[in-house]
């Protein structure tokens, strides 16, 4: 008997004990042994399954030395840190969800399991059920690995959808998705892009080796200034709007570059076709060329899947923890703010003045606007350009050519 | 230091040898040991680079204690079976890329290998460089898996993206994919679907416990009767032809059924954008949903990506191989004459006599010939009916709809 412990019984540590229950059978043929829930961690009175204790005592699982794997699926840091800390000092495996937790201290933490012998597995902190995490470190770890483009909110993905297919505005889509409870009360974290600067921290430093702990560095446009007319001028071109998380490897290999911000997608891109609440990501090494993953990146069940599935291979090699790429030195980060860029700005007024600003550009119609693609160019040329043209012409916010 | 070695040195072999010098100090960092390739096995007179040596002689390798690993990149299985169960048996992890040994001796060299301690991995049989057998026995594996639908050989993918774009009738295609070298001089086991066969043996072994060595029975139509008229067809509904490898787990749980054939796909599929030689595998998992995994599916590089990134597992872990899932009693095939399904398919001829044989249907004008995709039906009662319309309409080789 492997025992498990659940710190935190909301959407996910919940859907994680009912995976753990159902796949039963499946799960011992697997690992070899069988999976126990032993204690669930909450402050609220829940019906937990027989056998299981439910306590609002942390210590009752550090104490019980059955407990070999702690699943910690609290969110936040405030008790997931020291919690976590605590568990991986005595000795115990922790599998969480907890992305701010991993984005903000998971250095530390994973330098705390390291020195302890134990894992500290995070597969569904981004990307929700999508294998996303393990694949970078172990599929495709034998290639360098050099860009990442995901989608990896579902929130902003499905406003952006619905924006599309509805031609509504980005109030009425945020509105109506409140009242459906798709999005939470604060969208703050989903529609500013904080949720997907998080994911992309983990990301990059799965791929990269970035450090992770400052991910407010990474400059983060959400997507609460896209309008109707985006969507036109996107159509116009052949694509579609989406929050497009960004990352890559610097030619040195000792710094990385990545943002978070609206983009133009075509429609040939395999991002395209990314509706709703899906998620993708599409990983880009020197020998495999671009991969993509695709599926559900949030939800009780499918993030239980990633949770679980880290669980089993804990289960697996309960005292031989998998190896990780150890980087010689720190991969920082880089703005790159000369980095090559094109753009997608809808604007009204003269062409004349777009066409001598930006030099090489296409223009369309699209409804009562017009919308200017630019060229290839620095992406600090390029905005001094349209910051300029800005007094010529009215000029929607821009967005990024993928 | 581990010693490697690589029998068969065709586009795949030199790909693993390449991937293994140039990536050396990243493979090294994540495997804490060097990766060297001691010999290459193949009958012609190739150069090698240096400290490597170049062997006619398989029982250089299997004498050679230093060789811990062997890359199997020979294909077929007239020396690449002995030769790996010899290796096997004298304890030594084998990776493959033969798609044909692991669809035919699978089982065997399975259960060899886990006698013998050691793994015996083929991540790169199915899906080139696209990872899929792993994420299915790891990442999903406490899933319990259900359904595969894949778009698995990449040369009947671009052969069927040309006559789309292109317009152009299937032997013109092929015509010309031959003269650019895309396809083989006798393409038969593309065209045909055996290869895409064998990929969804090796798919529903690691999903479902199907056994492996009779993949023969698993019904098999290629794309040699797909038309442009099927083209049209596909299109006046909103869709496009693929050929797909589909395989489900019937609800007993004891028995599988699948088949491999042209298909039209809806646009809003996730594998409807999966275009020219790229290959895409989508996998349904009681708690994941739908994940899709998208990439190259062939070639020399890409391919080298998995063979190289099932090294690394072996490399991490060489005195513990990986545990398996055992099932209890073999998941045997059961080819469901009278599962439900749809069929689209092409006509020219009286369309009252259509409605009358396929209750519930729908028929659209595509080009000179009307299209019908009927209603959900069993396959055999929809296979009669179709049969029986054949003397009043001419009609076209159904496609299935999925």
């Known amino acids: ?65 059955r407990v070999q794997i702690v699943v910690e699926t609290m969110g936040g840091t405030r008790f997931a840190y020291p919690y976590t800390k605590q568990c991986l000092e005595a000795g115990r495996h922790v599998v969480t969800s907890n992305k701010e937790l991993v984005a903000d201290h998971g250095d530390e933490l994973l330098s705390i399991a390291k020195a302890h012998g134990v894992s500290y597995l995070y597969e569904a902190s981004t990307g929700g059920g999508i294998p996303i995490i393990r694949p970078i470190q172990q599929d495709l770890r034998a290639n360098k690995l050099s860009e990442i483009n995901g989608i990896v909110n ?58 992770l702990g400052d991910n407010q560095i990474i400059p983060t446009t959400g997507i609460s200034a896209v309008t109707e007319g985006d ?26 570059t990545g943002w978070v911000h609206p983009c133009f997608v075509p429609s040939a891109h395999p991002l395209y076709n990314v509706n709703d609440v ?13 991969v993509m993953f695709f599926g559900r990146g949030a939800g009780s069940k499918p993030t239980a899947s990633a949770v679980v599935g880290d669980i ?22 880089d703005a790159a703010p000369s980095a090559p860029r094109r753009l997608l700005v809808r604007f009204t007024g003269d062409e004349n003045a777009v066409k001598a600003a930006l030099p090489g550009c296409i223009i369309k119609e699209c409804g009562d606007e017009k919308a200017v693609m630019t060229a290839e160019a ?25």
């Open 1 to 65: 008997m492997i025992g498990v412990a659940v710190m935190g019984c909301g959407v996910v540590g919940s859907g994680v004990v009912e995976m753990l229950i159902e796949n039963r059978e499946l799960l011992t043929g697997t690992t070899g042994d069988e999976l126990r829930v032993l204690y669930m961690l909450d402050l609220r009175d829940l019906d937990v399954p027989e056998g299981v204790v439910l306590t609002k005592n942390f210590e009752d699982i550090l104490n019980d030395e």
């Open 154 to 211: 579902g929130s902003t993905n499905y406003l952006l959808t619905e924006m599309r297919e509805k031609g509504v505005s980005f109030p009425a889509a945020l509105g109506e998705a409140k009242r459906l409870g798709y999005v939470e009360a604060n969208p703050a974290a989903d529609v500013e892009g904080w949720d997907a600067r998080r994911k992309l921290a983990i990301l990059a430093n799965a791929a990269f080796g970035a450090k």
């Open 231 to 256: 969507m036109n001028a996107a159509a116009a071109f052949g694509g579609a709007v989406k929050l497009i998380a960004h990352a890559h490897l610097n030619e040195s290999e000792n710094t990385w």
């Open 278 to 290: 899906f998620n993708a990501i599409m990983v880009h090494g020197n020998f495999v060329d671009n």
């Open 312 to 333: 089993v291979e804990v289960a697996q090699s309960l005292d031989a923890p998998r190896k990780r790429l150890e980087y010689a030195s720190p991969v920082a980060f």
């Open 378 to 402: 620095p992406a600090d040329v390029l905005n001094s350009a349209v910051q300029a043209l800005s007094s010529a012409v009215q000029l929607g916010a821009p967005l990024f050519v993928l």
